[in-house]
């Protein structure tokens, strides 16, 4: 936790960029009825039956301190997947920094061994190398900003019925250009001292 805490607290560094990743699934829904339009003092109404469509997987990645994030909505969320996002990082994102200093969950798939299994050795080399992993403990994924910007994310866009992959991905788009316009940079301000003083149950009793 104080690792991560110590991250947060560094200033804004475009050559060493602070980057905060997380992901979660959405379960794509269909209407089996049209739903009956709004009418004055009425919402919108939709039938309590619907179809399946399959499940897919958001990446969000946020940078706190350059006030951005970028939503990837993809099929899977293989190790490969992973991967070819963290690829995207490097290469495409922030192709000028000198390492990417990264936050996020400690998820199986969330590690350098992922790349080897996407790339060839000395490419999965050169990526990891640009990386600088912060992993949340156990319990605390409310450390990555990355996980708050997904909870917005799940109350402003995704908490209805999406039919379609298509669907979801220009919904999120809209999302994202949207808070990125109107969304200030992130000042996190829990520190480690606060850590000790609030969470103090959860630290080694030491017997003088």
């Known amino acids: 936790m104080e690792d991560v805490l110590e991250v947060y607290t560094r200033p804004y560094d475009p050559l060493r960029p602070q980057i905060c990743m997380d992901e979660t699934s959405k379960q794509l829904l269909r209407d089996v009825h049209q739903p009956l339009p709004m009418e004055p003092g009425q919402p919108q109404r939709h039938d309590y039956e619907y179809e399946r469509g399959g499940v897919v997987n958001l990446f969000m990645f946020c940078e706190p301190l350059g006030g951005r994030r970028w939503v990837d909505v993809t099929e899977r969320r293989t190790k490969r997947d992973w ?16 390492q990417i200093v990264l936050v996020m969950d400690n998820l199986n798939t969330h590690t350098p061994a992922s790349l080897y299994e996407a790339f060839s050795p000395e490419e999965a080399r050169r990526i990891a190398n640009k990386l600088e992993i912060h992993y949340t403990p156990k319990h605390g994924s409310w450390l990555n900003i990355a996980e708050i910007e997904l909870s917005v994310l799940s109350r402003q866009c995704l908490d209805r019925r999406v ?8 919904e999120v788009a809209a999302w994202q250009e949207r808070r990125d316009a ?27």
């Open 83 to 98: 991967a070819h996002q963290i690829k995207e990082l490097v290469d495409v994102r922030y192709p000028k920094a000198e």
């Open 163 to 170: 039919p379609d992959l298509e669907t979801l991905e220009a």
């Open 182 to 208: 109107t969304a200030t940079k992130i000042e996190w301000r829990f520190n480690s001292e606060d850590a000790r003083i609030k969470l103090k149950r959860l630290y080694p009793s030491l017997d003088e």
